[in-house]
């Protein structure tokens, strides 16, 4: 069965700093993959996709990478502020058209 | 735009009791779902809809789970009888299918909170 991973539950970093999440899966080939950030008490919003054939994909503060080769995503927020603090959710999907696997997520918390 | 619109959004009742769960998806929006998430986890596919019909409920508790998409745009999730472990968020999400946008992309509501004591 497929399996996603993300690097840590928690992670804290200083405002201003580069924060780098980490998305692995496992017995899964998507043909792209989403992340989505979740605030306490709220449904998840979604943020970036993207697709097996695309290497990087950037919007504001936002960069995602994809290797397929190394079924990881990479997801960056630089210049990170305290209102970026947040769970963050990867969702690999495409095996099957419309379904969203998605990972526990990780707690981001930049402090000042 | 509206939002999806979920509701009630938190709910107590006792073990052996029916729930149910209601789900305004945005406009427009063709495909349905409804997710559960325990504390701490990603969401968790319970069962998709294309319009009105389920596509998708391979994930679905059908002893005690049932959903409806009557009309293909308003959708209730019914859980008859709650069990203690069924304490988690139900989330409703929809997405623009053959409407436009990529249609993988979903919109959450903001969920509903059961407790089952």
């Known amino acids: 069965s497929q399996k996603i991973e993300q690097n840590s539950e928690a992670l804290n970093i200083q405002e201003g700093k580069t924060a780098t999440l980490t998305c692995n899966y496992t017995?899964?080939?998507?043909?792209?993959l989403q992340w989505y950030r979740q605030d306490p008490g709220r449904g998840p919003v979604f943020l970036l996709l993207i697709r097996e054939n695309e290497k990087e994909k950037r919007k504001e503060r936002l960069k995602v990478t994809f290797d397929t080769t190394l079924k990881q995503s990479l997801f960056h927020i630089t210049a990170s502020q305290p209102a970026d603090s947040a769970t963050y959710l990867c969702?690999?999907?495409?095996?099957?058209?419309?379904?969203?696997?998605f990972g526990r997520g990780t707690q981001l918390t930049v402090w000042p | 735009e509206a939002g999806v619109v979920q509701s009630p959004r938190y709910k107590i009742i006792e073990k052996k009791q029916p729930v149910a769960f209601w789900c305004n998806p945005i406009s427009g929006h063709n495909t349905l779902y409804w997710y559960l998430q325990n504390l701490g986890q990603g969401p968790e596919l319970l069962i998709r809809y294309e319009n009105e019909e389920a596509v998708d409920d391979s994930q679905l508790p059908k002893d005690r789970f049932s959903a409806e998409r009557l009309k293909g745009v308003d959708s209730t999730l019914k859980i008859q009888p709650a069990e203690l472990g069924d304490s988690a968020v139900y989330l409703c999400?929809?997405?623009?299918?053959?409407?436009?946008?990529?249609?993988?992309?979903?919109?959450f509501g903001p969920g509903t909170r059961l407790t089952v004591l």
């Open positions: 969702a690999p999907g495409g095996s099957t058209l419309g379904r969203l696997y």
């Open positions: 017995n899964y080939s998507p043909a792209y």
């Open positions: 999400a929809s997405s623009p299918g053959l409407a436009g946008g990529f249609r993988d992309t979903q919109y």
